[in-house]
T-cell receptor, first 111, second 115 residues
Framework: GAVVSQHPSWVICKSGTSVKIECRSL??????MFWYRQFPKQSLMLMAT?????????EQGVEKDKFLINHASLTLSTLTVTSAHPEDSSFYIC???????FGPGTRLTVL | DQQVKQNSPSLSVQEGRISILNCDYT??????FLWYKKYPAEGPTFLIS?????DKNEDGRFTVFLNKSAKHLSLHIVPSQPGDSAVYFC??????????????FGKGTLLTVNP
């Protein structure tokens, strides 16, 4: 079946630094990728929809200047958390094209 | 405003018995519903889905029932196995004619199947 990978699987960074998370579709082309965030014991919340070759669409309340999304190819979307703060610590998950295929997630911890 | 609600944070079931996971939604525009299974620190794994034109969909041990008038759906697992122990998320979307759906998730229900 289709596989979506994420890298890194976990990252710890200092407050104020930027962190890039990659989402790749391994055996299919993904014109659209979705980025979700999950806080402990909470549901997955959609942050943005990433479209290949165009600007991402952000959900209400998500700062586009803080969470930069780039979808430069049909197999790769990146989410960059800029000037990360402890409140950005969360589990970030992407899904590609078909809503059935999610990546394994990236655990971000900001100290 | 929680549009998809899973009111039971946890459920404990004996192996071999039926597990029934419930989900309610408030947005009447939702017309496609999905269930996912998730382990800690992993992404969700798709289990089964149902379109609003149906009221039941079955796949092996998993059956999803949809009651549109009540805005309620449920996932039945029969027979339950210890390996089914995980967090189960209900999700809903408004189909846009394409295949790229934005999903709204519930908070999940932790299912524990005891041997």
């Amino acid at each position: 079946g289709a596989v979506v990978s994420q890298h890194p699987s976990w990252v710890i960074c200092k407050s104020g630094t930027s962190v890039k998370i990659e989402c790749r579709s391994l055996d299919f082309q993904a014109t659209t990728m979705f980025w979700y965030r999950q806080f402990p014991k909470q549901s997955l919340m959609l942050m943005a929809t990433s479209n290949e070759g165009s600007k991402a669409t952000y959900e209400q309340g998500v700062e586009k200047d803080k969470f930069l999304i780039n979808h430069a190819s049909l197999t790769l979307s990146t989410l960059t958390v800029t000037s990360a703060h402890p409140e950005d610590s969360s589990f970030y998950i992407c899904s590609a094209n078909n809503e059935q295929f999610f990546g394994p997630g990236t655990r971000l911890t900001v100290l | 405003d929680q549009q998809v609600k899973q009111n039971s944070p946890s459920l404990s079931v004996q192996e071999g018995r039926i597990s029934i996971l419930n989900c309610d939604y408030t947005n009447s525009m939702f017309d496609y519903f999905l269930w996912y299974k998730k382990y800690p620190a992993e992404g969700p794994t798709f289990l089964i889905s149902i379109s609003s034109i149906k009221d039941k969909n079955e796949d092996g041990r998993f059956t999803v029932f949809l009651n549109k008038s009540a805005k309620h759906l449920s996932l039945h697992i029969v027979p339950s196995q210890p390996g089914d122990s995980a967090v189960y998320f209900c999700a809903a979307s408004v189909s846009s004619g394409g295949s790229n759906y934005k999903l709204t998730f519930g908070k999940g229900t932790l299912l524990t199947v005891n041997p």
